[in-house]
Structure formats: structure tokens, C-alpha cells
């Protein structure tokens, strides 16, 4: 592969070269998937990791280039690309914890598995076998990356990385599950609140930008200091990224984000701009906002969400922290010399992440 363009770091030929490596990878798994006899989770596998931003290994990659210039592009693009295993791995199991009917325009995985069998049990075998499946991604996330060709040495400066980064988003994503349970009412709303910055942090924004910039970085044996700045950077941009993902959540184009109209607010997901709204409207608003969280709701009921959230203040001041949090972001790259070329490429991944519509 051809080095990357920093003025194009989403362009189709790097998503092609990132979707190449993961079909390769997956293909090399084929052996043994048929041996055992488990063809339908292989098939789920690269249906799984199809599509998508390719965000997580973009900013690998340019993490990486910020601090050196590789010797085998080849080996980084495998090595970035495994993040998007572990990636499809959580959504798998993400769409099961939510009952998704859909993810990006197509039905979940463990949809997919439940109208594969016909009968009563259907829907067990599809819960069933959408676990496993996930279970197997994640493996196979790590077997990617350990087999990438990149040297010992940079593996082994990348594998801390790598291991916080899948325990964070794990104990994250329970934050996020717990927070779904919690109690509710206007009296629980600061510790909501609070929940549900750590569980921004840790589920989304490490996840999502600043561990995959860090992992570069190492593989790249960069400094203590390159790699503070990128984990102060990516932060700041995994945290407006996730907060772009809530406001599409609720107020997004089906036809662009491939999830039904409101479908954070049916399944009751109590995010920063939800709890927002909640803090910020009166009594009777709140009310009428928690009667519509995970619960079936139908165009009327979701306007009515959309307009309480909206008139309460919480979508403008979402809107400006992601505008804020953008704009530090920025401002940290200039931290330590990166690679300009790296800067420039990550100033375009940020306005990709944060100024998006699906």
C-alpha cells in the first residue's frame, strides 16, 4: 500500500485496504471454522466487519506516522485493522444487549441467527449464537494483531495498550448497562449524570480514539510525551464523537445511520443529552420525556421526546461541547513536534468524527 493521504485519511482506497486485510485475515480462518463445522459464524463474521468508518484504525495508523515513519505499511494496516474485529465484536454483542433489530441497514447478528432456525427456540439460538459469536471476534481481534508481521519489539510496547484498552471499554460498556437499570428521578439525576461521564470516557471516547491513537504511537515506539499528548487528543475527540452518535441517536436520518428514527429514546438509553434534557426541564417534561424512554413509542411520542429535549436547552448545549471539545482537542496536537503530515491527518479524522451524519 501506497502511504496514506493525510488530506484523505477516510479516502475509499484506505477503508478498501483496511476491508482487504480483514477479508485476508478472515479467510485465513476458514480451515479451521470448517473443520469444526461452524461455517454460519465465519459468514457472520465478514458480514460483521463490513462497512463502517473505519475510524479506529485511521487513527492508528496516523498515531502511528505522528511519531515515525513505518517500515512496512503492510504489517500497520494489519495491525490497525484488528481493532475493527474487536470493534464488530462489541457490536454484536451491543445490538443483543439492546434488542437491535438492525445494524447498518442490515439485521443484527443475532436476528440473522433467529430467522436461520425456524420453531420456538429460534430466538434462544439467535441470542445463543450472536454471544458466541462475538465471543469469537474478540478472539480472533487479538489473534490478528499478534500475527500482523509488525516486530516483536513494537508488539510488545503496544500490548499494554491494547489490553487497557479492551478491559476500559468492557467496564465501560457494564457502566452504560447498569446506568439503564438504575433508579430514576430527579433526585438520582446528578449520579446519573456523573455515571454517565465515566462511562463516555471509558466506553466511547479511549475507546474510540485515544487508545487506537496511543496503540500507533507505541508500535511506533514514540515518547512518553507523544503518547500523553494523543490520549489528551483522542479524548477530547472520543468524547465528541460519542455525544454526535447521541444527538443521531435520537434526531438522525434512518436512511443515513441505518437504525430506526429514535431509537436511543425506545431503548431507553440514558445518555448525556437524554439526562441533560431530564435535569434541565420541569416536572411535567421530565415526566413526559421518562414515559417515552425504552418503551414502544410511535412518531407523535417521538416528536414530543425530540421537542422536549430540544426546548429544554440540552441538544444546543450538547451541540456546543462537542463544538469545545473539538476545538481543545486541536489545540493539544501542538503539545509536542508531531509528524505534519500526522497533524494534518488528524485534524481531518476529527472534523470526520465530530461533523457527521450517520
Not at 437524554?274 to 421518562?290: C, F, G, H, K, N
Request: contains cysteine; hydrophobic residues 40%; negative net charge.
Amino acid at each position: 500500500m501506497s502511504a496514506p493521504s493525510p488530506h484523505e485519511p477516510l479516502a475509499e482506497t484506505f477503508r478498501h485496504t483496511v476491508a482487504t486485510a480483514i477479508s485476508d485475515f478472515l479467510a485465513s480462518r476458514t480451515g479451521l471454522v470448517e473443520r469444526i463445522g461452524a461455517g454460519p459464524v465465519l459468514a457472520e463474521a465478514h458480514a460483521a466487519t463490513a462497512g463502517g468508518k473505519r475510524l479506529r484504525p485511521a487513527f492508528c495508523v496516523w498515531g502511528y506516522h505522528g511519531c515515525a515513519s513505518p517500515e512496512d505499511s503492510q504489517a500497520l494496516i494489519r495491525a490497525a485493522a484488528s481493532l475493527e474485529l474487536l470493534h464488530a465484536s462489541l457490536l454484536v454483542h451491543d445490538d443483543l444487549i439492546d434488542a437491535s433489530d438492525t445494524r447498518r441497514g442490515r439485521p443484527a447478528t443475532h436476528r440473522v441467527f433467529e430467522q436461520s432456525l425456524a420453531g420456538e427456540r429460534a430466538a434462544a439460538f439467535g441470542v445463543a449464537a450472536a454471544i458466541l459469536t462475538g465471543d469469537v471476534l474478540f478472539e480472533w481481534s487479538g489473534t490478528m494483531f499478534e500475527t500482523s508481521g509488525m516486530d516483536e519489539a513494537a508488539l510488545d510496547r503496544a500490548r499494554p495498550v491494547l489490553q487497557e484498552m479492551r478491559a476500559e471499554v468492557l467496564l465501560g460498556q457494564y457502566l452504560d448497562v447498569a446506568a439503564g437499570f438504575s433508579a430514576t428521578g430527579a433526585t438520582d439525576l446528578p449520579a446519573q449524570l456523573a455515571q454517565a461521564e465515566t462511562a463516555l470516557e471509558y466506553k466511547s471516547a479511549r475507546y474510540s480514539v485515544a487508545r487506537p491513537a496511543q496503540l500507533g504511537a507505541a508500535l511506533a515506539g514514540g515518547t512518553p510525551e507523544e503518547i500523553d499528548t494523543l490520549g489528551r487528543f483522542g479524548s477530547l475527540v472520543g468524547q465528541a464523537f460519542q455525544l454526535r452518535d447521541d444527538v443521531l441517536g435520537v434526531f438522525g436520518d434512518p436512511e443515513l445511520t441505518g437504525k430506526p428514527a429514535g431509537d436511543d429514546l425506545r431503548e431507553g438509553k440514558r445518555t448525556l443529552l437524554v439526562l441533560t434534557a431530564l435535569s434541565r426541564s420541569t416536572p411535567a417534561d421530565r415526566q413526559r420525556l421518562e414515559s417515552v424512554l425504552g418503551r414502544p413509542a410511535g412518531p407523535d411520542d417521538l416528536d414530543t421526546a425530540r421537542g422536549i429535549i430540544r426546548d429544554s436547552g440540552a441538544l444546543q448545549a450538547i451541540e456546543d461541547r462537542i463544538a469545545t471539545s473539538r476545538e481543545q482537542a486541536l489545540a493539544e496536537l501542538s503539545a509536542v513536534p508531531l509528524d505534519p503530515g500526522a497533524v494534518l491527518a488528524l485534524t481531518h479524522l476529527t472534523e470526520q468524527a465530530t461533523h457527521r451524519d450517520r
